[in-house]
């Protein structure tokens, strides 16, 4: 079973639509996650950080289910610029090391067309 | 300021060639990683370096060789690369002493070997 997964998708969507993403991690010690965006032969960039209460930002509420060891990411009316990869990504180590050991789920591509 | 600068950012090099990627950030970040990333695939975690101390080691070739000279500067010396280490490489940076540990990441060196 792979750390994270994710749905690949692809996602292809018409402006304005809402649009979910799933992400499952298999270790349960691991204490922090977030989703990141990439554009295509860009690097990585933090979207944002998933808390335990859920979290939203602007257009995106993101949410975690640590029993069910669940991530999801919700983006309400979508833009022509949301197009992008979006990855899962989980701290597979517990909290009190100074480093992390991010693992990243394979990715979901969105589309958004006009 | 959330920047972290790799150099160079293409590089083309025989299988008999060394060469060095340079990365470094002046956030203040104790934890610095490289990560490899292929063409559609998510980046996958090469090195950790947590107070310039060689943390994770994820069984990397010995023709990868990480070097840590100070808390802002990660060198990844390359030595007799095969063409199927050609990818995307990426150097991150988080701050250690946060639980969260979201990681930044620069734009990557995109190599090419021959």
């Known amino acids: 079973r792979k750390e994270v997964e994710q749905d690949p998708g692809p996602f292809n969507v018409p402006e304005g639509a809402t649009v979910a993403f799933n992400c499952t991690y298999s270790?349960?010690?691991?204490?922090?996650f977030f989703w990141y965006r990439q554009d295509c032969r860009k690097e990585p960039k933090l979207l944002m950080s998933v808390y335990s209460s859920g979290n939203e930002d602007g257009r995106f509420t993101a949410q975690l289910n640590r029993a069910s060891q669940y991530i999801s990411l919700l983006i309400r009316d979508s833009k022509l610029s949301d197009s992008a990869t979006y990855l899962c990504?989980?701290?597979?180590?517990?909290?009190?090391?100074?480093?992390?050991?991010?693992?990243f789920g394979q990715g979901t591509i969105l589309t958004v067309h006009p | 300021d959330t920047e972290v600068t790799q150099t160079p950012k293409h590089l083309v090099m025989g299988m008999t060639n060394k060469k060095s990627l340079k990365c470094e950030q002046h956030m203040g970040h104790r934890a610095m990683y490289w990560y490899k990333q292929k063409a559609k695939k998510p980046p996958e975690l090469m090195f950790v370096y947590s107070y310039e101390k060689l943390s994770i080691n994820e069984s990397v070739p010995s023709r990868f060789s990480p070097e840590c000279p100070n808390s802002s500067l990660l060198n990844l010396h390359l030595h007799a690369l095969q063409p199927e280490d050609s990818a995307l490489y990426l150097c991150?940076?988080?701050?250690?002493?946060?639980?969260?540990?979201?990681?930044?990441f620069g734009q990557g060196t995109r190599l090419t070997v021959v």
């Open positions: 270790n349960s010690a691991s204490q922090s």
């Open positions: 991150a940076s988080s701050q250690g002493a946060q639980e969260r540990k979201e990681a930044f």
């Open positions: 990504v989980v701290n597979l180590l517990p909290g009190g090391t100074s480093y992390g050991k991010l693992t």
